[in-house]
């Protein structure tokens, strides 16, 4: 019923606009959106049909059947572009596939990356064409006081993801955005949470996930290292992770990580102070929110880099020596 359906309102669709009606005026009919706006995650591998529910489910008010069928007949369904979306006022059909697609030139974009710091981001939005830096003369406490959050440090709290915003937007825009974006994304990995993680609340989850994070860019791996971490913390130990340590090194590090600086305390050094740093060190993503959440089901309580991306897991003192002397000193 549905097929049918959808081939009978396409072929109406097709017959207003060759005869410049119907079709024509919805394309470019303006509509008003809610009070604040709305806010669309596109998320990577979505088609067009699901882009087109997630836009009418989103709040803007255009029929999910109907922005499919012009979707599709624009030529330009398999160019939309995965990211983070803000609409403020109106728009209308044309307006939001151009925005979709990357081809309004009214539009910019900023790509936040997965374990990029704060000050890696102040960076990226200083850089991003079309945007005001609103936020350049303000320290980062001022800032968060701005974006409703004083006294919260900014450290992780912005969700990595690519966002388009109108040229002329501030920054402050655009990272209230990536504020709340996290908070959504955070707060659905706290609400999924197994009982086999020892965190206590979602702000120790958003600190284990920025470390796991740092740790491995391999999907597959972020379970089972956070499965170490977790089991460390149950267990009163040292969580020893050498990017805590670079983070509380700050500008005086150097790219080479010693056993002096191993040994020098800080607040994020994790092996001179027991359990978790004090802020984020990172902003992490969807994948390893979750594994802080969600650790695999494993004993391990060490981990060392194999030299291919993949990290070799033990769960005893001696199994992690002969897997440190075969990956790291090659015997």
């Known amino acids: 019923m549905r097929t049918w359906f959808l081939r009978v309102l396409t072929l109406l669709f097709c017959l207003a606009l060759a005869g410049g009606g119907v079709g024509v005026w919805w394309v470019g009919r303006v509509v008003e959106l809610p009070p604040g706006g709305v806010e669309l995650e596109v998320e990577p591998g979505m088609g067009a049909r699901q882009v087109a529910v997630l836009v009418n489910q989103s709040g803007v008010p255009f029929n999910a059947d109907a922005l499919y069928l012009w979707f599709r007949m624009s030529g330009q369904s398999r160019r939309i572009l995965a990211g983070s979306y803000g609409f403020e006022n109106t728009i209308t059909p044309w307006q939001l596939l151009g925005k979709l697609t990357g081809s309004d030139v009214s539009v910019g974009s900023v790509t936040l990356v997965e374990g990029w710091n704060f000050r890696q981001v102040r960076q990226a939005l200083a850089a991003a064409e079309g945007l005001k830096p609103v936020s350049k003369s303000l320290s980062d406490a001022d800032l968060m006081t701005m974006l409703g959050r004083p006294g919260v440090p900014p450290e992780g709290r912005f969700f990595p993801d690519t966002y388009s915003y109108p040229r002329g937007t501030s920054d402050t825009k655009v990272l209230q955005r990536a504020l709340r974006a996290m908070d959504k994304r955070l707060e659905a990995a706290w609400a999924a949470r197994t009982s086999r993680t020892a965190l206590t609340s979602p702000d120790e989850a958003l600190i284990l996930a920025s470390i796991i994070e740092k740790e491995t860019g391999r999907v597959a791996d972020q379970g089972q290292i956070s499965a170490v971490f977790n089991n460390r913390l149950f267990l009163g130990m040292r969580l020893q992770t050498d990017?805590?340590?670079?983070?509380?090194?700050?500008?005086?590090?150097n790219g080479n990580l010693h056993k002096s600086d191993l040994q020098s305390?800080?607040?994020?050094?994790?092996?001179?102070?027991?359990?978790?740093?004090?802020?984020?060190i990172a902003m992490p993503g969807r994948t390893a929110l979750l594994a802080a959440v969600?650790?695999?089901?494993?004993?391990?309580?060490?981990?060392?880099?194999?030299?291919?991306?993949?990290s070799q897991f033990s769960a005893t003192l001696e199994e992690h020596n002969r897997a440190v002397d075969t990956y790291q000193r090659k015997k």
């Open 294 to 310: 969600q650790p695999a089901q494993s004993k391990a309580l060490y981990f060392v880099a194999r030299g291919d991306g993949s």
């Open 265 to 280: 305390d800080t607040p994020f050094n994790t092996y001179t102070r027991a359990g978790l740093p004090p802020t984020p």
């Open 243 to 253: 990017p805590t340590v670079i983070y509380g090194l700050g500008p005086h590090f």
